[in-house]
């Protein structure tokens, strides 16, 4: 990820700040496609010189205490470099750096919580899409 531009930081901000979630059970869903400040990050990223592309769907199981959450993540914006291949998906550090921020989030509410990027989305998501840096749940309440 393009990380030189504060333009593009902040539009990445504003978008896990402004995107809402929706809940349904124990299963949070967030459409970046939908949300109209996501068009900024394209903006922001193209403007700092990067590769701009969405991930189609992140899903993220979260266990613990004997309850499963559910995140779904569509449409997730991501600024790569012109010459990166694939998504942030791709990359461990990421996905270890989300999970542990789902962790966090989680915690107060769901004790003993370890979460999991997973390739597959449950059939009972909100939306079925085909396949979220800064993903956060409400401003980091959990609902």
């Known amino acids: 990820m393009i990380e030189n ?7 990445l901000t504003a978008v896990a700040a402004q995107c809402e979630l929706t809940r349904e059970g124990n299963t949070y869903e967030n459409d ?3 949300c109209s400040v996501a068009g900024e990050v394209q903006i ?3 403007g700092a010189g ?3 592309i969405t991930d189609p769907t992140i899903h993220i199981v979260c266990i613990g205490n004997e309850t499963k959450v559910d995140v779904i993540l569509n449409d997730y914006p991501e600024c790569m470099g012109k010459s990166c291949e694939g998504t942030m998906l791709d990359n461990d550090e990421f996905r270890s750096e989300l999970e542990t921020l789902l962790e966090g989030q989680l915690g107060a509410s769901v004790p003993g919580v370890e979460c999991k990027v997973s390739n597959t989305v449950p059939t009972s998501s909100l939306h079925q899409s085909s396949l979220a840096s800064v993903v956060t749940l409400n401003n980091g ?3």
Not at 5 to 11: N, T, V
């Open 32 to 34: 970046y496609g939908s």
């Open 141 to 143: 309440a959990v609902v």
């Open 50 to 52: 990067g590769k701009y």
């Open 5 to 11: 531009s504060r333009y593009l930081m902040a539009s």
């Open 44 to 46: 922001a990223c193209t």
